[in-house]
């Protein structure tokens, strides 16, 4: 059993009564392990709903999600929390950093919270991922003394953190230069060739052209699929063509 | 439109809208309760004082009179309007036996008399001059109200057998802290009775000019005129000492209101300011639109007066009903007010007072919008909050758990926010504490040391009235005290008058005590007991009367001689209307007012049967148990701030699980980001709970522990404030550190906890998504 994600029938139904949004009109959708999965679609499209579902982070109408052998919808909250802060990471478009902390006190919070005791060796960490993301010497910094880019970058250094098998990237690029966004993607594709699978939203043709495979999301369900070769250092450009072609082909 | 407005925007803040309301409810109807109150206490003391035509300057005197002097004086005297001498025929409280009951143990002088025909009337309780018949005794009301005589009992003095036909209103001695009683028997009774007891006379003038009773005072004194006795009543001091009880229990309720007006300042001002964060961009496009600061502020005034208004009503509605319990014990001691009409009036103007306060708080609120600028507003939207993080304060190297350390943070960063929430913890300790230490102040033995009586288990008093000779049967007593071993130390002290050299023809008097003033020492508010014999210690009263501080001189005519003393002290005293003094020096043949022998014993427990003992032993003395004494006199002060203090409690209590819950739930609404936040890293809304719960209890914590404080220091300033009206102007506060250690922070615990619980049902409800994806 290979899969770590593995969504079958969601369905997601936004509001009540006359006033219902169906999002995902039942979508199947896995993720393996160690793999780099993107979708892309219009907005409104129910991609960025998909992340959220996928990852517990909110319920589903009907269908099912299961991380591993674990069905998310069957756990208690506490339960789901657990799973979130042990096996997965989250990015999301804003840097989502806690105001009154600094920077290497927001990367080493959710270890700390997983009771993890020895701080030397959580600092130890957090200062080799800093290093790393090229955020290095920004510890002692208060989130609004540094940019966005680099604020993404403590994010993903938080992420990162517990090790997780897998990593949820809600738009990660999208709030960022053409530059920092190159470095960001980079980054992402050395810790998915460690082996940490990554789920990624985009809206980006070419963030998604590094990924191992393409969904193509429209009106609430999954429309396409394209699948890529491992991302291994090669031209982006011709990648890139292929989405772009697979995005005229469906329409969107 | 409005209304749809106020409607639409009431409905989404339904409970911040009702706790306002409450706020300004309870304000308004305190106020209003305190205003009505007031009216009619005045009003009831004005009414029974005008039915009973009560005397302005009444002096009581023993030992014989001269009528034919009083005559004289009163008619030189140009503000003498009427006068009269009533007999006061003073029987111990051992024979007098109500049922089966003696009245022994009342500390009260109890006498009897026959209705005035002049003025100072008795009155019956719906108000009207009593007219006693053969067989009937009227029972002053203070025995009601100890509940020690009912109508129809029967009444024996020395055989004398009388059935209670009522109890009458005493307009100069109903209170239990004027310390004499009468008692109302048709003449021929009086007659029966004429000598079983000590015939006192009360020597009475009615006054043209009420105002200048002091003046009148002293021109009583410097007339020589009949002095012997332990009362001097001006008609100041009868409305004072009427309107005592209920005057102080008003004031403690004025005390709550103003504090529960901040409270509802302080949520005003945080909900306001929350509002206008929320609807910055909107104010921006108003203003950009070219609508008016003034347009602006009334879209938001409106809102807050219709609240204001509707909670000031139904406040002043709710004291309407409030107010009965209170006007019952008005009526009952004082009588109809004739007032209530203008009472009414009176709190509906109290009420209306909290609404424009209210009203121009908002106001002053509002003015930021003149601050706001429109093309700041609508590009950018609300300046983000500036604040830092808490620096020196990380989470390396820290003890604490995570959430800890979180909720600790969060507090240091965000001083402003928690201060709300602090200062309304500090205020509702000081609301809950503040009416307790006085009532315990006042029920403690040792406030009697600074009302200018030392403390002592017990003392005798001899007076003229009661024998011939004052210093012989003194002389006695002390003999068999210094004898007695059960007696820890004593001291015996005479009251003796002296003339001051005149001063443009005036000749002022002074009664000083004289002893050793270190036995039994009492409480100075300036400088220290006489040490030398050129020393004098006198009370404010006397201070204020002839302008003397601590290291003035005071001259006395002592033995035919001038004597210079030097005003070591200044002490409040509540006994002989304030006006003693205290020295060592000796003297003769000065006139003896009284004399009084102090005893402490070994052990306390004994007075009640040494007191009897005593008793027994001189029955031409007074046997008087301090303890005793301190407890009825202040009894009713007692119970009467003791209602108030209840209802603080209540008060304080409901404050704070309103302001706890207010207060949490929109900080929960503020912080629905960072929340979904640390959702999303895996912290389980329990562990995010319990910062909030810990966030709560450290503002808690830090605000009972600096409310104790001031509840303690700069609450008895309040304390005395309220207290000055007896004449003590200054005293240590008693705490009871039962109730202000652990019961009051107890419940405060007990209320910011249940507050929480609704709050953290709110965290359950923040989900990640929706809140990851405003951001």
Redesign the interface.
């Known amino acids: 059993m290979n899969k770590i994600i593995t969504g079958k029938n969601i369905v997601k139904i936004f509001g009540h009564g006359s006033e219902q949004t169906k999002v995902l009109n039942g979508v199947n959708a896995e993720v393996e392990k160690g793999e780099f999965v993107a979708v892309m679609g219009p907005s409104g499209s129910g991609k960025?709903?998909l992340l959220?579902v996928l990852s517990g982070?909110?319920d589903i109408t009907g269908g099912s999600v299961r991380f591993g052998d674990t069905e998310l919808s069957q756990l208690k909250?506490?339960e789901l929390?657990?799973?979130?802060?042990?096996k997965?990471g989250?990015i999301?478009?804003?840097p989502?950093?806690?105001?009154?902390?600094?920077i290497?006190?927001n990367i080493?919070?959710?270890a700390?919270?997983?009771g993890k005791k020895d701080?030397a060796q959580l600092?130890q960490r957090a200062k080799k991922l800093m290093k790393k993301t090229g955020i290095a010497g920004l510890e002692?910094r208060?989130i609004?003394e540094v940019s966005g880019g680099q604020l993404q970058r403590a994010g993903i250094c938080?992420a990162l953190m517990?090790e997780p098998e897998i990593l949820f990237a809600?738009e990660p690029t999208g709030a960022l230069n053409s530059k920092s966004s190159e470095e960001i993607m980079e980054m992402l594709v050395d810790i998915n060739q460690e082996g940490t699978a990554i789920l990624l939203v985009t809206h980006d043709s070419k963030v998604a052209a590094r990924a191992d495979r393409v969904l193509f999301t429209k009106d609430g369900d999954i429309v396409s699929e394209l699948k890529l070769q491992k991302f291994s250092g090669d031209k982006i450009e011709s990648r890139t063509e292929k989405v772009l072609a697979q995005m005229a082909a469906v329409g969107i | 439109m409005y209304s749809r407005l106020i409607k639409n925007d009431i409905r989404k803040t339904k409970l911040i809208t009702a706790a306002i309301t409450v706020f300004i409810l309870v304000s308004a109807m305190l106020v209003s309760l305190a205003a009505i109150l007031a009216v009619n206490l005045f009003g009831a003391i004005d009414n029974m004082m005008l039915t009973a035509r009560t005397a302005h300057f009444t002096r009581m005197h023993a030992g014989s009179i001269d009528m034919a002097q009083i005559s004289e004086f009163a008619e030189d005297n140009a503000n003498v309007e009427s006068w009269q001498v009533l007999e006061y025929l003073n029987i111990e409280g051992a024979q007098i036996v109500i049922g089966n009951e003696n009245l022994s143990w009342s500390t009260q002088d109890n006498g009897f008399s026959t209705q005035s025909r002049e003025f100072d009337f008795l009155l019956d309780l719906a108000g009207n001059v009593i007219v006693p018949q053969d067989g009937e005794v009227w029972i002053p009301l203070y025995y009601m109200k100890t509940g020690s005589a009912k109508v129809g009992d029967e009444v024996a003095v020395h055989g004398v057998r009388l059935t209670v036909a009522g109890f009458l209103r005493d307009s100069m001695m109903n209170p239990a802290m004027a310390s004499s009683k009468r008692f109302l028997v048709s003449e021929n009774d009086f007659e029966l009775l004429r000598d079983r007891g000590i015939m006192e006379y009360l020597i009475e003038f009615r006054l043209f000019d009420p105002a200048a009773s002091t003046t009148f005072e002293s021109g009583y004194i410097a007339a020589d005129m009949p002095a012997n006795g332990p009362l001097a009543i001006t008609v100041l001091l009868v409305r004072l000492m009427n309107g005592i009880e209920d005057g102080m229990m008003i004031a403690v309720l004025g005390l709550i209101s103003t504090l529960v007006v901040i409270v509802a300042f302080l949520c005003i001002r945080f909900t306001l300011l929350a509002k206008i964060e929320e609807d910055y961009r909107e104010i921006g496009v108003l203003k950009a639109v070219g609508l008016r600061v003034s347009d602006i502020k009334r879209l938001y005034t409106v809102k807050y007066g219709a609240i204001a208004a509707v909670a000031s009503v139904l406040g002043f509605l709710l004291s309407l009903a409030a107010q009965e319990p209170f006007m019952a014990n008005i009526r009952l001691y004082l009588g109809v007010s004739g007032r209530e009409v203008f009472g009414v009036l009176a709190g509906f103007v109290g009420a209306a007072v909290i609404f424009l306060i209210v009203m121009l708080y908002v106001s002053g609120v509002l003015q930021r919008f003149r601050k706001i600028s429109a093309a700041q507003a609508v590009r950018r939207g609300a300046p983000q909050?500036k604040?830092?993080?808490?620096r020196g304060l990380?989470?390396?190297?820290?003890i604490l758990s995570?959430?800890a350390f979180?909720a600790i943070?969060?507090v240091l960063?965000?001083k402003k926010l928690y201060i709300i929430m602090f200062l309304v913890i500090v205020i509702s300790s000081f609301i809950m504490m503040v009416p307790q230490n006085i009532k315990n102040t006042i029920s403690s033995p040792d406030f009697f040391t600074n009302m200018g009586i030392g403390r002592s288990d017990f003392f005798f008093t001899v007076t003229n009235a009661q024998t011939q000779d004052v210093l012989g049967l003194s002389a006695e007593i002390a003999k068999q005290v210094s004898q007695d071993e059960s007696v820890l130390k004593y001291a015996w002290l005479t009251t003796q008058l002296f003339e001051m050299p005149p001063v443009d023809g005036a000749i002022e008097r002074m009664q000083v005590t004289l002893g050793d003033h270190g036995v039994f020492p009492v409480t100075y508010t300036h400088g220290a007991g006489p040490k030398t014999v050129d020393e004098i210690a006198i009370s404010n009263l006397y201070a204020d009367d002839f302008g003397k501080s601590v290291g003035d001189e005071i001259v006395l005519m002592v033995d035919g001689a001038e004597k210079q003393l030097t005003v070591c002290g200044i002490y409040t005293d509540i006994t002989n209307a304030g006006k003693t003094a205290k020295a060592i020096f000796q003297a003769h043949g000065v006139d003896i007012l009284s004399s009084s022998v102090w005893v402490a014993l070994d052990n306390p427990a004994m007075t009640a049967i040494k007191v009897t003992d005593y008793q027994a032993k001189f029955p031409a003395a007074r046997v008087i148990g301090v303890n005793e004494t301190a407890a009825q006199m202040f009894e009713n002060v007692a119970s009467a701030i003791g209602q108030a203090s209840l209802a603080a409690i209540v008060i304080a209590a409901l404050l704070t699980v309103l302001v706890t819950i207010l207060f949490l739930k929109m900080l929960i609404a503020k912080d629905r980001?960072?929340i979904?936040?640390?959702?999303?890293?895996?912290?389980?809304?329990?562990?995010i709970g319990r910062q909030y719960m810990l966030r709560s209890a450290i503002v808690f914590v830090l605000g009972v522990v600096i409310g104790t404080v001031l509840a303690n220091t700069l609450g008895e300033y309040a304390g005395i404030a309220l207290m000055s009206s007896f004449g003590a102007s200054t005293f240590p506060f008693e705490i009871n550190p039962l109730f202000a250690y652990v019961f009051s922070p107890l419940l405060l615990a007990l209320c910011v906890f249940i507050a929480t619980l609704p709050g953290l049902a709110d965290i359950?409800r923040v989900?990640?998504?929706n809140h990851?994806?405003e951001?």
């Not at chain 1, 989502?96 to 600094?102: A, G, R």
């Open positions: 960025s709903t959220f982070m909110d909250e506490n929390a657990d799973v979130r802060r042990k997965m989250f999301f478009q804003q989502t950093m806690l105001k009154n902390l600094d290497l006190d080493i919070l959710p700390a919270q997983d701080f600092t002692k208060d609004t938080r517990n809600d | 909050e604040t830092r993080a808490a990380s989470m390396n190297g820290r995570t959430n979180l943070k969060d960063t965000r980001y960072p979904a936040v640390l959702k999303s890293m895996g912290f389980t809304t329990r562990s359950q989900k990640i998504f990851i994806k951001a």
